[in-house]
């Protein structure tokens, strides 16, 4: 329900490149900067990893609100106020705030009952992507058509800040401390086999693929090059989160014998994707394509995930 509520507020991963270019940045300069921003960003991940080895995870979850609300002021004020800067700033920021990310998939193997995990993990999938295709076309519309320059946005984003003060709230009040002595002590050995060498390789290739096209890209390509609205952007996103939902529930139905076949398909149609997006220069083209990968993508993901932990063993 947490991550439900906050789900709205994660528009600003994709206002921010059309308020960006629409503030007169070339993609060439947003491009340096997020770069350099993540190459700042890559000491301070091993620094944390260690430090939430000794502190609750309640309090990471709570640095994680507070740092996303000072980035998303930062990009407010970046309007008026030293442009370049905060949005460095923000960008910075933002960039710590993701290296605590995976407190949250260690919370929730803490919290979530061991019995009904695959219930629960279902019934979060659903929710968000539910939650995601209802807001985003909402929101979308919003700052697409109704409210689309860059002073509404700026506006917007301090908005979102604002409200990381009630989720760091609900965060105090209702999840427990989750102190190292509540952690799970299990211990786990790899097989490093040949399998496990191909699971890097396919993983390495992907992160390559997919950090040629990012979100800026996409929003680039539809709104500069083609001249399309942000509602068409938020279209394509939420569209594409209905398909997921569709994929979680066809997913729950396949024997788990097939799961090889399914991840097949899954790069059958991220490479339909790609040359979709690169042949055909229209709206419907490019929501077809992303509704396709992400089906692709979402169907995958449970037979995926159970390949890569098959070669862990607990000891």
């Known amino acids: ?34 770069t350099l921003i993540n190459i700042l960003s890559i000491p301070l991940t091993y620094m944390i990893g260690k430090l939430f080895d000794r502190v609750p995870i309640r309090h990471g979850l709570i640095i994680i609100d507070a740092l996303d609300g000072v980035e998303n002021v930062l990009y407010g004020l970046s309007y008026a106020l030293l442009g370049p800067l905060m949005f460095s700033l923000g960008l910075l920021v933002g960039k710590i705030s993701r290296i605590f990310y995976p407190l949250y998939q260690t919370a929730e193997k803490l919290l979530y009952p061991k019995d009904r995990l695959e219930e629960v993990f279902a019934w979060h999938m659903k929710l968000l992507l539910l939650s995601e295709a209802v807001e985003f076309i909402i929101l979308g519309y919003i700052f697409g058509t109704l409210l689309p320059k860059p002073i509404h946005y700026a506006i917007e984003f301090i908005a979102i800040g604002a409200t990381s003060m009630f989720t760091v709230m609900y965060l105090v009040k209702y999840l427990p401390r989750l102190d190292a002595k509540e952690r799970i002590r299990d211990v786990f050995t790899f097989k490093f086999d040949k399998e496990f060498k191909a699971i890097l390789t396919i993983e390495a290739l992907e992160i390559i693929a997919l950090y040629l096209a990012p979100e800026i890209v996409l929003i680039n390509y539809m709104m500069i090059v083609l001249k399309m609205s942000f509602f068409q952007v938020m279209l394509v996103v939420a569209l594409s989160a209905l398909a997921s939902l569709l994929a979680i529930h066809l997913s729950e139905h396949i024997s788990p014998r097939h799961g090889f076949k399914v991840i097949s398909l899954y790069f059958t149609l991220r490479t339909g994707w790609a040359l979709i997006m690169f042949l055909i220069l229209n709206f419907y083209a490019i929501l077809a394509a992303n509704i396709m990968a992400e089906f692709g993508n979402t169907l995958t993901l449970p037979f995926y995930r159970s390949w890569i932990f098959s070669k862990s063993t607990e000891r």
Do not use: N, V
């Open 1 to 34: 329900m947490y991550h439900t509520i906050i789900l709205p507020l994660l528009t600003a991963w994709y206002m921010l490149p059309a308020y960006m270019l629409m503030a007169g940045y070339s993609i060439l300069e947003i491009g340096i900067i997020f």
